[in-house]
């Protein structure tokens, strides 16, 4: 009924950059993606999953404070794709990475996406 679809993990060196793109398809009468809450979270080994960035209908943005003015997080509703820019990628980033759309009052996730920064 609602697929997530996370790409663009990897291996970058401290300092770097990656672009996460998340794809989502939805079969949901009445609906449409514009109408969704997208969020990024990400997950450590041995910590709990924590909310990055989050986008509104209307395009209104929210960040950790460990990612303000690193990361950016933008939609495209004619593609039905959310996408979060990481730029100066520190190794406390190191996380897998998962895209969340709330639809109706229900949480979907995507299978998640690893992100590894070395120093």
């Known amino acids: 009924q609602v697929q997530l679809v996370e790409s663009g993990g990897g291996l970058v060196q401290a300092g770097g950059s990656l672009r996460l793109s998340c794809a989502v398809s939805?079969?949901?009468?009445?609906?449409?993606?514009?109408?969704?809450?997208m969020a990024w979270y990400r997950q450590a080994p041995g910590k709990q999953r924590e909310l990055v960035a989050s986008i509104s209908r209307g395009d209104t943005t929210n960040y950790a404070d460990s990612v303000k003015g690193r990361f950016t997080i933008s939609r495209d509703n004619a593609k039905n794709t959310v996408d979060l820019q990481m730029n100066s990628l520190k190794p406390d980033d190191t996380a897998v990475y998962y895209c969340?759309?709330?639809?109706?009052?229900?949480?979907?996730w995507g299978q998640g996406t690893q992100v590894t920064v070395s120093s």
């Open positions: 969340s759309a709330l639809i109706r009052g229900n949480n979907w």
């Open positions: 939805a079969r949901i009468f009445g609906s449409s993606f514009g109408s969704y809450f």
